[in-house]
Nanobody, 124 residues
Framework: QVQLVESGGGLVQAGGSLRLSCAAS????????MGWFRQAPGKEREFVAG????????YYADSVKGRFAISRDNARDTVYLEMNRLKPEDTAVYFC?????????????????WGQGTQVTVSS
């Protein structure tokens, strides 16, 4: 079993920055690819960013490319999401998840363990 706990969310003005963390426990996630998703009220959960187990390859949704950066520290079993130039449309609950099968990072069905999420609110 893997437990994932997200942190770092909060309220920020448009144009500001936040850094989200996802700490894993129970079992190392250093051999798993990881991803960040988000879900806004009334909307479906959507892919934000993904990273391979080594951290060498990253993937981003078009809506965040150039503004967000995913990284990981396998020694700490932690994945990060650096979010810059935030926009009101980035407001959502952000979730991290472990990806244990498949090669399509944008598909939520290819992830198994999920955290409880952290709220990010961007004011205009």
């Amino acid at each position: 079993q893997v437990q994932l706990v997200e942190s770092g969310g909060g309220l920020v003005q448009a144009g500001g920055s936040l850094r989200l963390s996802c700490a894993a426990s129970g079992r190392t996630v250093s051999t798993y690819a990881m991803g960040w998703f988000r879900q806004a009220p009334g909307k479906e959960r959507e892919f934000v960013a993904g990273i391979t187990n080594t951290g060498y390859t990253t993937y981003y949704a078009d809506s965040v490319k150039g503004r967000f950066a995913i990284s990981r520290d396998n020694a700490r079993d932690t994945v990060y999401l650096e979010m810059n130039r935030l926009k009101p449309e980035d407001t959502a609950v952000y979730f991290c998840a472990t990806k244990r099968w498949g090669s399509r990072f944008h598909l939520a069905c290819e992830y198994d363990y999920w955290g409880q999420g952290t709220q990010v609110t961007v004011s205009s």
